[in-house]
């Protein structure tokens, strides 16, 4: 049986942590007050609907944020009240993507929620201290502003997955890893990356990487299974002439190492914040920088392939990326990415 098969079957019946929360002690002769009460897993995926529930009211109500809570919207820095909080409509209906992390009280979130209607990719973190939010980053992806797929209907059921203890790593290890997968996009390496070979990768809720998602993981996703891939349109190429790769087939490590994201410039700042150890979950929000001065690039078995359209323009890209490994290896990837001018900032500095 396929292995992502296998482990999406196996999710069907994976347990959910259970929230840890502790509150502080002290003795009955101390007038010091009680330590403020920690977040755990279930507190602070609480947060997030709180928040979302905040958002789609337009009420940034100060019983939920801290008063000097920071907050950004595609690494702008804003007042609470701006924005989206203006013209949210409607809460995620099916697809929702919450990764909680007690030990810094923070949690990492990708949903499809609406907008005056129309459906949004709405993802970041948002930071609890003191039984409030106290940071909040986000990043919006609007249809018709970029590619994406508006229609998924929920996440990969991989990402729930309880870990075994021998499948699981330490933080700084996850870190690492996910380190590892920028570097390799930064400095253009091949083989660097400890990907599973039945790794794939969603962006902006399109597969970009990896073989088809098996039926079982799609049906989970929403929608049936992909479709298979077409056959190469041999006859339409000239004598000679090569066809390129389909890069979002070729699975995660063949992706990596195509070449075709040589015009990638830079990769910084990244901040891996939020890490789930018990389900081998780390999300990082990062910023590429593409410069557009690089023309082409060498594709493996194709040859010269010379870059065009919003490749060639200098830009700037927020993104937080997430990612599931297992056995120290990546399986999954999910991640949206919006566009912005280049030079930006993160917002977090």
């Known amino acids: 049986m396929n292995p992502i098969v296998t482990r999406t079957l196996l999710l069907a019946t994976a347990l959910s942590g259970a929230c840890s929360q502790q509150p502080g002690t002290h003795t009955a002769a101390s007038s010091t007050a009680p330590a403020p009460v920690a977040c755990g897993h279930d507190c602070l995926l609480g947060f997030v609907d709180k928040y979302v529930d905040a958002l789609v009211h337009h009420d940034p109500s100060p019983d939920l944020f801290a008063a000097d809570a920071r907050f950004t919207e595609n690494a702008q820095p804003l007042k609470l009240g701006e924005a989206l909080w203006q013209t949210a409509s409607d809460p995620p209906q099916g697809y929702k993507l919450v990764i909680a992390d007690p030990t810094l009280g923070e949690a990492g979130f990708y949903m499809l929620i609406k907008e005056n209607g129309n459906p949004v990719w709405l993802s970041g973190r948002l930071k609890v201290a003191g039984q ?35 499948q699981r790593r330490p933080r700084a290890e996850l870190i690492s890893t996910a380190n590892l997968y920028f570097d390799a996009l930064d400095h253009h390496l091949k083989d660097s990356v400890p990907f599973d070979d039945q790794c794939f990768r969603i962006e902006n809720g399109m597969q970009t990487a990896g073989p088809p998602v098996p039926p079982t993981a799609a049906l989970a996703m929403g929608g049936g299974a992909p479709a298979p891939r077409p056959p190469s349109a041999t006859s339409s190429l000239g004598q000679g002439e090569k066809q390129l790769p389909d890069f979002g087939h070729i699975g995660c490590r063949g992706n990596i190492n195509s070449n075709m994201w040589s015009y990638i410039t830079q990769i910084q700042p990244r901040r891996c914040d939020v890490v789930d150890e018990e389900r081998g979950v780390v999300q990082c929000v990062v910023m590429f920088h593409q410069d557009g001065e690089i023309p082409s690039t060498l594709v493996p078995g194709y040859g010269e392939f010379k870059y065009s359209g919003a490749t060639r323009r200098p830009f700037d890209t927020v993104i937080p990326e997430v990612f599931k490994v297992v056995d120290g290896k990546i399986v999954e990837i999910e991640a949206t990415m919006a566009s912005i001018p280049f030079g930006s900032h993160s917002g977090w500095e």
């Open 132 to 166: 409030k939010i106290s940071e909040l980053e986000t990043v919006v992806i609007r249809k018709g502003a970029g590619f994406g797929n508006f229609d998924r209907t929920a996440p990969s059921p991989l990402w729930n997955q309880v870990l075994t203890q021998e």
